[in-house]
């Protein structure tokens, strides 16, 4: 297998899931600054031109962040980050899917309508005008999951899972582009040091942007 990587939120969600689950793959860098990914060599492997990207021995392509987490889940040994019963898996997939809704698209979207408008305004649609209530819509989402997360250590209480892999990548992204946990939403800023401490925070962390 080879994993196609790069820098940014997407990718470093993979590289803390396989830090936490010990999984060692072949990596090769995409230029994504440089445009890289939106080459025809790049969208023959994921049409979304976006990276992550894990090519099998047999040549599947297999793109978006979550399902390249739970492929690799299932086929690995030792303990799952999805779940070990059904009921598990299903709880932990069902958290993904309302962090991606509610914080992660509005987060990214509003990013790329404003901070980063200047790169993403030729590659993709953007919405410059809705920034400001995408940005307002994680804000309230973060107050919304803070209620939730009273009296629980993570996300889907006290297992640690890719859904808290997903939300500490890019609640740390958010401290980045002023869209982090706000300082009244003490439940998540203390689930956010708990995340930090572990070892795979550091592992995740893309060598361009070290230190």
Same mark, same amino acid.
């Given at each position: 297998?080879?994993?196609?990587?790069?820098?940014?939120?997407?990718? @470093?969600?993979?590289?803390?899931?396989?830090?936490?689950?010990?999984? &060692?793959? /072949?990596?090769?860098?995409?230029?994504?600054?440089?445009? /890289?990914?939106?080459?025809?060599?790049?969208?023959?492997?994921?049409?979304?031109?976006?990276?992550?990207?894990?090519?099998? &021995?047999?040549?599947?392509?297999?793109?978006?962040?979550?399902?390249? %987490?739970?492929?690799?889940?299932?086929? #690995?040994? !030792?303990?799952?980050?999805?779940?070990?019963?059904?009921?598990?898996?299903?709880?932990?997939?069902?958290? +993904?899917? @309302?962090?991606?809704?509610?914080?992660? /698209?509005?987060? #990214?979207?509003?990013?790329? #309508?404003?901070?980063?408008?200047?790169?993403?305004? +030729? *590659? %993709?649609?953007?919405?410059?005008?809705?920034?400001?209530?995408?940005?307002?819509?994680?804000? /309230?989402?973060?107050?919304?999951? &803070?209620?939730?997360?009273?009296?629980? #250590?993570?996300?889907?209480?006290? *297992?640690?899972?890719?859904? &808290?892999?997903?939300?500490?990548?890019?609640?740390?992204? !958010?401290?980045?582009?002023?869209?982090?946990?706000?300082?009244?939403?003490?439940?998540?800023?203390?689930?956010?040091? *708990?995340?930090?401490? @572990?070892?795979?925070?550091?592992?995740?962390?893309?060598?361009?942007?070290?230190?």
């Amino acid at each position: 297998m080879k994993l196609y990587s790069s820098v940014g939120p997407n990718p @470093r969600v993979v590289r803390m899931f396989m830090a936490e689950r010990g999984i &060692d793959i /072949e990596t090769v860098e995409v230029d994504i600054m440089g445009g /890289e990914n939106l080459g025809d060599s790049y969208k023959q492997l994921n049409p979304s031109a976006q990276t992550p990207c894990l090519v099998l &021995d047999d040549g599947t392509a297999i793109s978006e962040i979550t399902v390249i %987490c739970q492929y690799l889940d299932e086929i #690995s040994e !030792g303990e799952s980050l999805v779940g070990s019963t059904p009921e598990e898996s299903a709880e932990t997939r069902m958290w +993904n899917r @309302r962090i991606d809704v509610r914080i992660l /698209e509005p987060m #990214s979207l509003a990013f790329r #309508s404003a901070e980063a408008l200047a790169l993403f305004e +030729n *590659r %993709c649609h953007v919405i410059p005008q809705a920034a400001d209530d995408l940005k307002a819509t994680v804000q /309230e989402n973060w107050q919304w999951l &803070d209620g939730l997360m009273a009296g629980n #250590s993570f996300i889907c209480g006290e *297992r640690f899972t890719l859904a &808290d892999i997903q939300l500490f990548i890019f609640a740390d992204f !958010g401290n980045l582009i002023g869209q982090g946990i706000p300082a009244e939403c003490k439940n998540l800023l203390a689930w956010f040091e *708990r995340v930090a401490g @572990r070892p795979s925070f550091a592992a995740s962390v893309h060598p361009s942007e070290a230190g």
